[in-house]
């Protein structure tokens, strides 16, 4: 049976795969078109399938706020390179997963991935499968963030699509609340202030700290004091209020905030693929090793 090309068309339209698997999908199904296009979503599943363990550790950050400013999400979709995060598919994808995120509040990923990208459509996973299948790289919606103010106002700073912050600021301006975010992005604290700093985590510094003293010789009375030293520089660095404030170095965002009569509440950090273990790649080596192998 002869294929015309506005039934390719249709179905290009309606799936958004290639020519060639348009009418090969038509010709398996006798011209049937919504036959053509449930081969062409089981071909897709099967090619998703073959991509799951490839390493995606390019993509982009996306962060939407409500309209009232009530409610946030951050969110890590991933690609295998940064040539497809740059196409408008994966973007439209990243940012649809986003506001259903901040619409319907799922508890985890795998939540997530069982709901209609958009009303009364096909779910995300079945969607993220699709967007394989045309665009040929694996594509994972990693992590996310979901955050409602409690007390606070919301802000949000995108470095790029590469990074993203989410902090929750009471009192001061939101200059003071971007700010912030800013300088959570370029400095990478680890919590508000002390009091978020794990036991473990201080416990685990003190005896790095303490072994290093020690072996230096000195009284028992001055060791101590040196552990408490580097405890304290410890802590500056580590915690949002006791790190210099990127904008102004000579103040610490603690004293930012006390003069704005202001507070962090909260905040989150994302940077793209941390945590990804990338495969890296020696293109000279590669080349040496076939010109020796030849």
């Known amino acids: 049976m002869a294929i015309s090309a506005a039934q390719v068309k249709e179905l290009r339209q309606r799936t958004g795969c290639g020519m ?22 089981k071909s897709g599943l099967a090619k998703a399938d073959k991509k799951a363990g490839r390493v995606a550790a390019e993509g982009m950050i996306v962060v939407e706020i409500s309209g009232d ?34 619409n319907d509040a799922p508890a985890d990923v795998d939540a997530l991935m069982a709901l209609p990208l958009k009303d009364g459509g096909e779910t995300i996973e079945e969607a993220r499968r699709g967007l394989i299948a045309s665009i040929g790289e694996n594509i994972n919606v990693r992590r996310f963030v979901r955050r409602s ?36 992005a370029a400095s ?47 802590l ?29 509440l909260h905040f989150e950090r994302l940077e793209l693929g941390e945590g990804v273990e990338k495969k890296t790649e020696n293109f000279a080596e590669e080349v040496m090793a076939q010109v020796q192998g030849s």
């Open 20 to 41: 060639m698997e348009c009418k090969k999908a038509l010709v398996e199904a006798d011209s049937d078109m919504d036959a053509a296009a449930e081969v062409l979503r």
């Open 149 to 184: 103010a409690s007390g606070g106002a919301l802000s949000s700073y995108l470095h790029g699509s590469r990074i993203g912050v989410l902090v929750e600021v009471e009192g001061g301006d939101t200059g003071l609340a971007r700010d912030i975010a800013m300088h959570i």
């Open 236 to 264: 500056a660095e580590i915690t949002l209020q006791g790190q210099p404030f990127v904008k102004d170095p000579d103040q610490t965002v603690g004293k930012l905030l006390e003069g704005a009569g202001a507070r962090v």
């Open 188 to 234: 990478k604290p680890v919590c508000v202030d002390e009091s978020g700093v794990s036991a473990e985590m201080l416990d685990n510094e003190r005896a790095i700290f303490a072994a290093q003293a020690e072996a230096s010789g000195k009284p028992a009375d001055i060791v101590e004091k040196m552990v408490n030293g580097r405890i304290r520089k410890f």
């Open 69 to 102: 400013g009530k409610n946030a999400v951050m969110l890590e979709v991933n690609s295998e390179t940064d040539f497809v995060a740059g196409k408008s598919e994966f973007q439209d994808f990243a940012r649809a997963v986003a506001q259903r995120i901040l």
